[in-house]
């Protein structure tokens, strides 16, 4: 009897571990994700200039931009928009934030046009973002709209047409492999977080 009192009394004291360990990772979550807000939100005015730049409606595509932002770095490093090789330069070359957004909307705005012109759905936009214009075209060619599908078809067709430059690293475990060229989940993973984005620019209005 007495064994089993020591471990009812040490159940309690358990409990309590529990929940303040789960407490802490509830507050650093939630510090995690305000500092990543904070980062995205402190690019907004110059995404926003930029896209009235390139003539397009900076209180739409903002939450778009943001959402690509937070999918490619989360708002961190010095190309924050991963868009040095949009500029055809060697990946993460580009060395200053304002320069990564600058290149960054101007390749987005630039797929959005094409796209616009081939009657392409937004989601196929927003891939091409990754994939390049071709995969547009491949859009278009194939007569259907964006899908998870027709992005692995698309990078299926670009690994075969380059096998030694689209690899993953030859690691079978990269969730993309076989599908080498670009992430065909690209486009499913940003549009998710657009609502997010939209709520963060109405906060900084």
């Known amino acids: ?5 020591r471990k009812l009394k040490k159940l309690p004291f358990l409990i309590l571990i529990v929940i303040v360990l789960y407490g802490g990772y509830l507050i650093t979550a939630k510090s995690i994700k305000q500092t ?13 200039d930029e896209l009235e730049k390139n003539e397009l409606d900076a209180d ?17 490093g010095s190309d924050p928009m991963q868009s040095s ?18 290149q960054g909307v101007y390749h987005f705005s630039e797929m959005y046009k094409y796209g616009e012109a081939n009657d ?9 973002y990754n ?7 491949f859009i278009v060619n194939s007569d259907t709209n ?9 990078s299926e067709l670009m690994v075969e047409k380059s096998p030694d430059l689209y690899t993953c690293n030859n690691d079978k475990l990269n ?8 992430d065909y989940s690209y486009a499913g993973k940003v549009t998710a977080k657009i609502d997010a984005m939209n709520k963060l620019v109405r906060q900084h209005l």
Request: with cysteine; glycine share 6%.
């Open 60 to 76: 739409e595509f903002a939450p778009v931009l943001l959402a690509i932002m937070d999918q490619e770095s989360h708002g961190k």
């Open 146 to 154: 964006h899908s998870e599908e027709t992005a692995k078809s698309y």
């Open 175 to 182: 969730f993309r492999y076989p599908y080498c060229y670009g």
């Open 85 to 102: 090789e949009s500029a055809g330069l060697a990946r993460n070359e580009i060395g200053d934030p304002a320069e990564s957004i600058k």
């Open 1 to 5: 009897m007495k064994k089993r009192r």
């Open 120 to 128: 392409v759905d937004l989601e196929t936009i927003i891939q091409s």
């Open 131 to 137: 994939m390049g214009p071709g995969y547009i075209d």
């Open 36 to 48: 990543a807000e904070t980062r995205l939100a402190n690019y907004l005015p110059e995404i926003k």
